[in-house]
């Protein structure tokens, strides 16, 4: 996504690289990706740093993240792309229940099944007591991909 706005930055302190790199003429790319909508508002559907390659499909985990976080027994979920030798990228996903909740790994991937296309369904989902975060101590896609590494 690219924006034209009067009160946007001039560019990066002592970087004139990175102020190329993020401009196209006046427009600043955001690195969101977003689509018009049906009733011409703009939605943000994800980072395009995020996306996950996983066998040629280009994935938004955004819209996985909200998947599983939509489960009545599910607090907040986070997915990521685990490199793979052979289909590039993976999907894992790490999971919060809600308090008093019990759900499996295999329940929560049949119910996301019903309402996601296959392709997009995620490899392994892992319960946690907390998303990972990363160094600002917000929930970090590197964390948990770094998280899901270490246990392997």
């Given at each position: 996504?690219?924006?034209?706005?009067?009160?946007?930055?001039?560019?990066?302190?002592?970087?004139?690289?990175?102020?190329?790199?993020?401009?196209?003429?006046?427009?600043?790319?955001?690195?969101?990706?977003?689509?018009?909508?049906?009733?011409?508002?703009?939605?943000?559907?994800?980072?395009?740093?995020?996306?996950?390659?996983?066998?040629?499909?280009?994935?938004?985990?955004?819209?996985?993240?909200?998947?599983?976080?939509?489960?009545?027994?599910?607090?907040?979920?986070?997915?990521t792309g685990i490199p793979d030798e052979r289909m590039g990228e993976t999907i894992h996903a790490i999971a919060v229940l809600k308090q008093g909740a019990t759900l499996s790994e295999?329940?929560?991937?049949?119910?996301?099944?019903?309402?996601?296309?296959?392709?997009?369904?995620?490899?392994?989902?892992?319960?946690?007591?907390?998303?990972?975060?990363?160094?600002?101590?917000?929930?970090?896609?590197?964390?948990?991909?770094?998280?899901?590494?270490?246990?392997?």
């Open positions: 996504m690219e924006i034209d706005t009067p009160y946007g930055m001039l560019g990066y302190l002592d970087d004139p690289g990175l102020t190329r790199a993020s401009f196209n003429e006046n427009y600043f790319r955001t690195g969101d990706l977003a689509r018009i909508r049906a009733d011409k508002r703009t939605e943000i559907v994800g980072r395009a740093k995020e996306i996950i390659s996983r066998g040629g499909n280009k994935i938004s985990p955004l819209e996985i993240d909200n998947l599983l976080s939509a489960h009545p027994d599910v607090a907040v979920a986070l997915c295999t329940d929560l991937l049949a119910w996301a099944s019903g309402r996601i296309e296959r392709f997009k369904l995620p490899e392994a989902i892992i319960f946690c007591d907390a998303i990972p975060v990363g160094s600002t101590g917000k929930a970090s896609r590197a964390a948990v991909a770094q998280f899901i590494l270490t246990r392997r």
